[in-house]
């Protein structure tokens, strides 16, 4: 019976042990991504329209980069600041029905941030019933 409840013991000990030192390691990963979020603005000029938000403390550098599936960089640029939008466009005619990811990049953070577009039309009928009285 005591070797149950000190292998119990041990056993949980262990478990504490693990769970105490795998905390800290999440939160300096969650720490070290970029302060960056994709939105999706609506349509401008029959194109979606995309805004690209940065929301820093510090003052940085950063590459965005956007490219299709095979490979194809349709748009890169390198940008420096701390809170500030990039608006993007899509010509959906020259893009056809590839998805599109945007790279987000900086020497100041660990892993980059990868945002991807899937590109489909559909046509939804809405049709609702309400009761007036």
């Known amino acids: ?12 000990l262990i478990a504490t042990v693990m769970t105490v030192f795998a905390s800290p390691a999440l939160a300096n990963d969650e720490k070290k991504s970029i302060p960056v979020e994709l939105k999706f603005a609506g349509i401008s000029k029959n194109q979606p329209l995309f ?11 950063y590459t965005i980069i956007v ?4 490979g194809n960089i ?23 029905d590839a998805n599109l990811k945007f790279e987000i990049r900086s020497k100041a953070y660990d892993k980059p941030v990868v945002f991807e577009i899937n590109n489909q039309s559909r046509y ?10």
């Open 74 to 96: 349709f748009y890169k640029e390198i940008v420096k600041g701390t809170v500030f939008l990039k608006k993007f466009r899509l010509n959906t005619e020259e893009i056809d």
């Open 51 to 61: 805004h690209l938000v940065f929301n820093s403390t510090e003052e940085n550098e």
């Open 67 to 70: 490219r299709d599936d095979l």
């Open 124 to 133: 939804v009928d809405e049709v609702i019933v309400k009761k007036i009285k």
């Open 1 to 12: 019976m005591k070797k149950i409840s000190i292998r119990l013991f041990a056993i949980a």
